[in-house]
């Protein structure tokens, strides 16, 4: 594990070249998280925000899967021997753990790279939603199971499904419970790109290492002017624009861009 970053059984860290990787390591368990996995990658995602350092995020999972969703059965197998939580419980919980996780991600200003094998289920499936980038071979499933264990969406699922395939589509994932398929998720815009059979997590790095070597500033700025304009009227979008503008016309690599466009060169950016 890396020095400065939370050591949690079940997450690997990891810093190198401007990309933080993070990657479930619970193969055993199809890479489910619990309370402490989610903690970690919570931990992690505060400390990156705030790590001039950290230029991509590169999410993954250990072994076949990505990540098999909640681990719910671990957490009720001993509930015989626990006392009954009180009404409540859950809504109290989850403010403080994917509730805090998937917003992570979104608002994190860095671009966050996700790769899918196997299995994104439940809140697997919100992380890659929550991702700017998912990277996928043919073996992904994506799949909200919350209507067939008698349960109502969370982790963001209504939220994030509904703005990247539509109410539609929405329905048949979260009502209907239907798996998609690599290729059907590229098709409805959830996945970037699908590559070939156990190259998913380096092409993944690849395209981490590539954004990590972008204008990191002028990349974070944009990546929340795409997340606000859903909701955002033309007005307010052309003035945060404006700002963002104005912010990222200061860096570093906007004179080095600038260079770059007079010297005819590729440009090197340093994140400043």
Request: aromatic share 4%; hydrophobic share 45%; proline share 5%.
């Amino acid at each position: 594990m890396l020095s400065g970053y939370p050591s949690v059984d079940g997450v690997l860290v990891e810093l190198a070249d401007g990309v933080l990787s993070l990657r479930i390591d619970e193969p055993r368990r199809r890479n489910a998280l619990n309370d402490a996995t989610v903690r970690a990658l919570i931990d992690s995602l505060e400390l990156a925000q705030n790590d001039e350092s950290v230029r991509a995020v590169l999410l993954s999972g250990a072994g076949d899967h990505f990540c098999g969703g909640f681990d719910i059965v671990q957490r009720n197998a001993s509930a015989a021997d626990r006392p009954r939580p009180r009404p409540g419980a859950i809504q109290r919980r989850l403010p403080s753990q994917a509730h805090r996780l998937i917003p992570q991600l979104c608002d994190l200003q860095v671009p966050v790279v996700c790769a899918v094998t196997g299995y994104a289920v439940g809140i697997g499936f919100q992380l890659a939603l929550a991702s700017d980038f998912v990277v996928t071979d043919a073996t992904a499933t994506f799949w909200q199971p919350f209507i067939t264990r008698g349960m109502t969406p969370d982790s963001g699922a209504t939220w994030l499904t509904t703005r990247a395939v539509g109410p539609l589509r929405a329905r048949r994932l979260l009502l209907l419970g239907e798996r998609l398929d690599a290729a059907t998720a590229q098709q409805w815009g959830i996945v970037h790109e699908v590559v070939e059979a156990g190259s998913a997590h380096d092409a993944a790095r690849e395209l981490a290492a590539k954004l990590a070597s972008g204008p990191t500033v002028a990349l974070g700025l944009t990546k929340a002017l795409i997340n606000q304009a859903a909701d955002a009227v033309l007005r307010d979008q052309l003035s945060a624009e404006a700002l963002s503008l104005e912010i990222s016309s200061r860096a570093q690599d906007f004179r080095e861009g600038l260079s770059a466009l007079v010297e005819k060169r590729e440009p090197t950016f340093s994140g400043r």
